[in-house]
Structures are given as C-alpha cells and as structure tokens.
C-alpha cells in the first residue's frame, strides 16, 4: 500500500505535467492568434500586391506596344500625306512649277521663248488646273527629251495640244517651235470643293494625270 506522501508526490507530478502541456498549448494557440494570423496575412497581403504589380506591369506592356503602334502609324500617315502634298500640293506655287519647267527645259537644252500662265479652272471634285501655254525653240530630241523628264517630276503635269512648227535648219541641225499647254493642278480646300460642286454643271478638263 502506497504512503500518503507518495500518493501525494505523484499527484503533483502529474498535475505539473499536465499545467505544463496546458501552458505549451496556450503558447501554441497564442503563437498562432499572434503571430502566425499577422504573418500569413502579411503573405497574403504581399502576393495581393504581387498580382496586382504584374497586372499593372502587363498593362503598361501592352500600352506601350500599342503606343508604339500608334506612333508608327501616325509616321507612315505623315509620310503619305508628305507624299500626297509633292504630287498635288494645296497651293498653286506658280513660281515654283515655272522654274522646275525652265530648269528642265535647259537641261535638255530648250530655250523657253514665252510661258502664259492662263486662268486657274476649279473642276467638279478635288483639285483644280492650273494651265501655262509655253513656246519654246530647239531640236526635236530635245524636245521629245524634254516632254520625257517632265513625266518624271514628282508633281502632276500634263502636256496638251503639242504644235511643232517653223522648221528651219541650223548647223545642218533642224530647229523647231514647240508650243505646248503645260497643266499642273493643286487640291482645293473643302470651302472650294463646296463652292466647285455647286457650280453649274458642263465645266470640263483634263484630270490630274490624264
């Protein structure tokens, strides 16, 4: 039979080991409560921030590439207008096109003997002639030559009702008259497309590159 002090020393024993398990399992559950609850929600926190960087960091990717379309669309318009403005410009440039025609014309070795510029006609749609009568005086290859570089500048020009005449003979070279209806054209603004489509119908001429 055990003595009362064993009986009583055991007992403490066993309720010191068992406040000691009750005490490492309130640290436990306060560990958790405490400092496990902050830490996981910081990770959440931290991987809700992550998704949202990478969404901002996709977005601002594809804006940029959009963005970077854009602007190489925006350049290919600007070229096409650029383009555009050199065939049919808005405005007549009357002396400009005057000194292309005479700039060609000795380089072919033409003498310009006269140019006429004629009334500007406004046509029915977008552009208007811009009609010159010149006479020049040469050999006929370097008239032919002539008409030929013409059809290489990068501005419309047509050339109408060609007359060769008065052929004389120089140097054993035969010299001629050309005359010459030398037509450019120019764009009209939208307040002269209006004032051209009302105009009265029957008003004809020779469209750009005709």
């Given amino acids: 039979m055990a003595k009362p002090g064993q009986t009583l020393a055991k007992t403490t024993t066993t309720q010191k080991t068992a406040a000691l398990v009750i005490f490492m399992l309130l640290i436990g559950i306060g560990y958790w409560a405490v400092i496990y609850r902050g830490v996981s929600k910081d990770a959440e926190d931290a991987r809700s921030?992550?998704?949202?960087?990478?969404?901002?960091?996709?977005?601002?990717?594809t804006k940029q590439s959009t963005y970077r379309a854009d602007i190489e669309e925006l350049n290919r318009a600007k070229a096409r207008v650029h383009d555009q403005v050199k065939i049919l410009p808005m405005r007549a440039d009357m002396d400009a096109f005057l000194d292309n025609l005479n700039s060609i014309a000795q380089l072919t070795g033409l003498q310009i003997q006269s140019t006429l510029p004629e009334t500007e006609e406004?046509?029915?749609?977008?552009?208007?002639?811009?009609?010159?009568?010149?006479?020049?005086?040469?050999?006929?290859?370097?008239?032919?030559?002539?008409?030929?570089?013409?059809?290489?500048?990068?501005?419309?020009?047509?050339?109408?009702?060609?007359e060769l005449a008065e052929p004389t003979v120089v140097d054993n070279d035969v010299m001629l008259k050309a005359k010459v209806l030398a037509t450019t054209f120019r764009a009209l603004s939208e307040e002269e497309m209006a004032a051209a489509a009302g105009a009265a119908p029957g008003a004809s001429g020779a469209q750009p590159g005709g």
Wanted: net charge positive; no cysteine.
């Fill in 49 to 61: 921030q992550t998704s949202n960087l990478q969404r901002q960091e996709h977005e601002w990717t």
């Fill in 122 to 162: 406004p046509q029915e749609g977008f552009y208007a002639r811009l009609p010159v009568k010149l006479e020049m005086r040469g050999r006929y290859f370097q008239v032919a030559k002539f008409l030929f570089n013409i059809g290489r500048v990068e501005r419309i020009i047509n050339m109408e009702n060609i």
